[in-house]
């Protein structure tokens, strides 16, 4: 017999839902574990190839603070879904907090980003923009307390970030490396 949960507590519910789970083992043991439960979620990294640049974001991240970690850090844009499709909540995200309008979505993968204590899986995707991509400023919602502030980060420097451990969100390590790995000419030196 596989382990199951035998019953569930609701600890908490705001933005996320805290549980507590009993666990019930294959041996017939229990064991109690805690869930942070607030769903699906998209990340996307927007590169423009022919200006090599990526638009990522920064905003205030109350949880790596409390981690010793800086008040904000650069992040690809990212989301909760909502009630659509991933691909409309990725586009979505990114107009909120970019200004891009989005056209083609390519799928990285969907996968679960901290599987030890929550049921987030998150669908990441690049998407090439231009120029003429761009519709507003972006900075996220007002009505949500979002003040994020876009940049556009040459995708040489970006790599550079990441080798020197500047670059600190798993879902932006990940579209970046899944971005060096399919278009390596990107980062190539034009010299």
């Not at 989005?102 to 901290?114: E, G, I, K, Q, T």
């Not at 003429?132 to 307390?145: C, F, K, M, N, V």
């Not at 876009?150 to 390590?173: C, F, W, Y």
Request: no cysteine; net charge negative; glycine share 10%.
């Amino acid at each position: 017999m596989a382990p199951r949960i035998g019953g569930v507590r609701l600890v908490h519910e705001g933005w996320a839902r805290y549980l507590v789970a009993e666990v019930m083992q294959d041996d017939g043991t229990r064991m109690t574990r805690e869930i942070e439960d607030h769903g699906r979620a998209v990340a996307v990294l927007p590169y423009d190839p022919d200006r090599r640049v990526a638009a990522l974001v920064s905003q205030f991240r109350a949880a790596v603070l409390y981690s010793g970690g800086p008040p904000s850090h650069v992040e690809v844009p990212a989301g909760l879904l909502d009630e659509g499709a991933p691909e409309d909540e990725a586009r979505r995200e990114v107009m909120e907090e970019t200004g891009l309008r989005l056209s083609r979505l390519d799928f990285v993968a969907s996968a679960w980003s901290m599987p030890g204590i929550s049921t987030e899986r998150m669908d990441l995707f690049l998407a090439p923009y231009s120029a003429a991509d761009r519709t507003g400023a972006g900075g996220g919602l007002a009505s949500e307390g979002e003040a994020v502030a876009v940049h556009e980060i040459p995708l040489p420097e970006l790599a550079a970030m990441s080798q020197r451990g500047a670059l600190t969100d798993m879902k932006s390590l990940v579209l970046l490396f899944a971005l060096q790995l399919q278009r390596p000419d990107l980062f190539a030196d034009r010299g």
